[in-house]
Each structure stands twice: as structure tokens, then as C-alpha cells.
């Protein structure tokens, strides 16, 4: 998510960004805190006067859709539509990270002040060829929606002629994983049931027990690495950093900080790049969280030579995601704003569905996924 000033020069301008929901506090003044209750009624307000404005059109009827998202020449389609709070409780919707209470309680309050999930939960599931045959046909005819943005990602939106075929396709998979999303489903879940306690009169069969989501294959998606900086060298030198770091492994110099397999780091300190590969004997292949190269490096490196504690509330260190590269990592040390930078190799989708499979919770900020679902194109009301 953006923060204000990045949302506020986004939308500058633009009255129809769906920002004026997402991110409503660009429309207040910058000193208000941000869980005053008036960004939650600035953000409902806003997300009214689109549905009765015309910015966004209701479906008289119970709809699914696919959504295309092109990058770089690389497609993935999904199927956009609502999955039930019970799945997502019962692991049906399985869960690889530990979301954060503030986060949830801002989410939750979101959902319930808008009466509306405003953005769709990024859900995966293994390929089926039945649903990539279907999801084929129904991409023949004419697209609803079709242009690209300023990211350069191309979107395209088909509404399904069958959507009952869909339904009874999705039950035959057992499971499906949290992709990205795992605050605003947890927050949805979690609406859901204070809305269910609320109501005497509870069905089960009310909108409030569903949540929006996107499915997708997982052989279509593409994970980028989510690199870490941090602002100090727990006082070391530089030398003495590069000491420890080859007590770990081979350490050269090199010009590509970008690694190109798992277990190996790209290491920027001192105004250098250097290649630092761990000794594959040395680590549990087996286990899918202690073999995963962002426990490795906090395991090895983060922690005991450079002290970080909490990886999620240390303010020692900050992770860069997706297409910013090592590029930014190299320039947020030069800047003098942190003292090294971190290059991983991304993550495989196998690697997150096996840490999910076994209950497990892998590090913070470990999945960076592109291209990014576009927010406005999809919201679900709960009532």
C-alpha cells in the first residue's frame, strides 16, 4: 500500500481515483491521525458517491468475472468473485503469513464503516486444466473492460456466461492460498462475524458471509524478491561486517548483486557489491521456513552479526519489494540513510503453499508479488 503523500500525488487531480476510498485521508487535512473516525466516514462518503454517480455500476444479478492482468508479455487470468468467512476460518483458505492487530482493526473498521470489501484478496490455487480450459473459452468474446495503465500493465475484464459451471468447478479444489491479502481477508473475516453477532435474525445466507477475492492458477503468477536495508552495522566496520560475513560462506566481489539461485545474497556495503553464497551443507533443505533465504539471512546474518530483533518492529531495518531492485538498495546506502543492502532471490509459489500446507508462517515481507490487482475495477457490498 502507498503511503499518503504517495497517494495524495497520485490522485492529484483525479477525482474519480478509487485512492478517494482506498486512502480517503488524501482528502483531509495531512496533521489528522490516522485512525480518526472521519478518514473511515470520508472514505464511505466517497465510496457512495461513486455508486450513485455512475463511477460504478452495480450488477442487478449474482456475478463472477475473469481478470486478465498482462506484464512484460506475461499474462495470468483469474476468476473474480466472493469466497465464504467459514473457508478462510476453516483453513479451506489457507494463510502463510501472522498479520498485525492495528492493521486488522483498521481493515475490519474499513469494511464495516464502507459496508463494503473495497479491494479484492489475491487467493491461488493449483492449476486444474478443466478451469483453464473454461477460463480459455470464456476470454473468446468481446472484453468488458480493456486498457493499460500507467504502469504499463494491461488489464482486461470478461463477465462469465456460466458462472453456476465455475462454482461447481471451485468445489472440487480443495484448498486455496492467501497470495497477498492477508489483512483485508482477515479483516473480512472478522467483519463478517461482528455482523453475524449483531444480527438476531442471522441466516447465514447474508451478503456479510462472503468476502471479494481473485483466483488465480499458481503456475501463472510471478513472485519478485523483497530485498531489506538496514541503518547501521551494529557497530561494526565495514571490514570487520565483511569479517563475519565470510566465517558464513564464500564472499566475492561481484558486478550483478542480483542473485541467481536460492541461498546466495547480494550484499552492497562500503560502496561495493559483493556475493556472499552459503555453504549448501550447512542448511536444512527439508524444512520449507528454515531453508527459505529470508530466514537464512535473519538467522545468520540479520540477527546475531547485526543485532536486529523483531523483524516487524525493529526500525533499524526496512525491506524493498518488487521492480525497485538492487538499484534502490544501492541507492538508499549511498544516500547515507543505511549502512547495507540485501539482494534475495525471489520466492517460489511452491515454497509459500508448502509453508502454508504445514500450518507454518514464513518471515515478514518475503513475497512480493507483480503485477499488482488494479483497485476500483471490483467491490462486493454486504448487504
Known amino acids: 500500500m502507498v503511503d499518503r503523500s504517495e497517494a495524495h500525488a497520485l490522485a492529484q487531480g483525479n477525482p474519480f481515483s478509487f485512492l478517494h476510498v482506498g486512502r480517503s485521508d488524501i482528502d483531509l487535512p495531512p496533521t489528522i491521525d490516522p485512525y480518526d473516525e472521519r478518514i473511515y466516514l470520508k472514505a464511505r462518503d ?4 461513486f455508486m450513485t454517480d455512475g463511477t460504478l455500476m452495480q450488477e442487478r444479478d449474482p ?23 467459514e473457508d478462510y476460518e476453516q483453513d479451506v483458505i489457507k494463510k502463510h503469513e501472522r498479520t498485525r492487530k492495528d492493521k486488522e482493526d483498521d481493515r475490519t473498521r474499513h469494511v464495516l464503516t464502507l459496508n463494503a470489501n473495497a479491494e479484492p484478496v489475491f487467493l491461488t490455487y493449483e492449476p486444474q486444466p478443466y478451469l483453464a480450459r473454461m477460463m480459455a473459452d470464456g476470454m473468446r468474446g468481446n472484453p468488458l473492460y480493456d486498457f493499460t495503465s500507467d504502469d504499463g500493465v494491461r488489464h482486461r475484464v470478461w463477465r462469465v456466461r456460466d458462472p453456476d459451471a465455475y462454482v461447481d468447478s471451485f468445489r472440487r479444489i480443495a484448498v486455496s492460498y492467501v497470495a497477498d491479502g492477508h489483512h ?22 447474508e451478503e456479510y458471509n462472503w468476502f471479494l477475492a481473485v483466483l488465480f492458477p499458481s503456475d501463472q503468477l510471478h513472485i519478485m524478491p523483497y530485498n531489506r536495508v538496514v541503518r547501521d552495522l551494529g ?30 545474497f547480494g550484499v552492497y556495503v562500503g560502496g561495493r557489491w559483493y556475493r556472499l553464497e552459503l555453504d549448501p551443507a550447512t542448511i536444512d533443505s527439508i524444512d520449507p521456513i528454515k531453508s527459505l533465504d529470508a530466514e537464512l539471512l535473519y538467522s545468520r546474518i540479520l540477527h546475531p ?14 525491506f524493498v519489494g518488487g521492480i525497485r531492485g538492487p538499484a534502490e538498495l544501492q541507492r538508499r546506502v549511498d544516500s547515507g540513510e543505511m549502512a547495507v543492502g540485501f539482494a534475495l532471490y525471489p520466492v517460489r509459489i511452491e515454497q509459500v503453499m508448502a509453508v502454508a500446507d ?3 508462517i514464513m ?10 490487482l488494479k483497485s476500483g475495477l471490483f467491490v462486493h457490498t454486504l448487504d
Open 363 to 372: 518471515p515478514p515481507k518475503t513475497t512480493w508479488f507483480e503485477p499488482k
Open 184 to 205: 483485508r481477508s482477515a479483516s473480512a473475516w472478522r467483519a463478517g462475524n461482528e455482523r453475524k453477532a449483531a444480527n438476531r435474525s442471522h441466516s447465514g445466507l
Open 46 to 49: 466517497n465510496l457512495k458517491a
Open 63 to 85: 456475478s463472477l468475472y475473469l481478470y486478465e492482468l498482462t506484464m512484460d508479455g506475461r499474462a495470468q487470468v483469474g476468476v473474480v468473485g466472493c469466497v465464504h468467512v
Open 235 to 264: 557497530g561494526l566496520s565495514v571490514d570487520q561486517f565483511l569479517d563475519r560475513l565470510r566465517a558464513l560462506g564464500s564472499l566475492t566481489e561481484t558486478l550483478r548483486p542480483a542473485p541467481d539461485r536460492p541461498w546466495v
Open 358 to 360: 504445514g500450518g507454518g
Open 305 to 318: 552479526v547485526l543485532g536486529i530483533g523483531d523483524i516487524r518492529a525493529d526500525k533499524r531495518i526496512d
